[in-house]
């Protein structure tokens, strides 16, 4: 199981950390991503780490703003976004990937979702 937290409302430029705890299996042994649903929009991927956390992958949207990490010990992966614009508004999920090598930049790759957090950003 997977529970995404810390989204809410921001005012462009701030900054939000989001969680995804899991549960149920290790995140150390799990490939992480991070996707993003804006209204009347698909889902996208933001970032994604692998099992290691040796290969990171940023789409050009959100590079040089955000960083995808994960603590072990809290068995939680972690989406941090700077300087936030209002087309970062959406649902933020968190994804875990238990096969394969690497990370995967399509919903089809994972095997497990969590069921979201909002993030807008808004005067």
């Known amino acids: 199981q997977l529970v995404e937290s810390g989204g809410g409302l921001v005012q462009p430029g701030g900054s939000v950390r989001l969680s995804c705890a899991v549960s149920g299996f290790s995140v150390e042994q799990t490939a992480i991503g991070w996707f993003r649903q804006a209204p009347g929009k698909d889902r996208e991927v933001v970032s994604c780490?692998?099992?290691?956390?040796?290969?990171?992958f940023y789409s050009e949207s959100v590079k040089g703003r955000v960083t995808i990490s994960r603590d072990n010990a809290k068995n939680t992966a972690y989406l941090q976004i700077n300087s936030l614009k209002p087309e970062d508004t959406g649902v933020y999920y968190c994804a875990g990937g238990t096969l394969g090598s690497g990370c995967g930049i399509v919903r089809a790759w994972y095997d497990y979702w969590g069921q979201g957090t909002q993030v807008t950003v808004s005067p």
């Open positions: 780490m692998d099992k290691v956390g040796h290969h990171t």
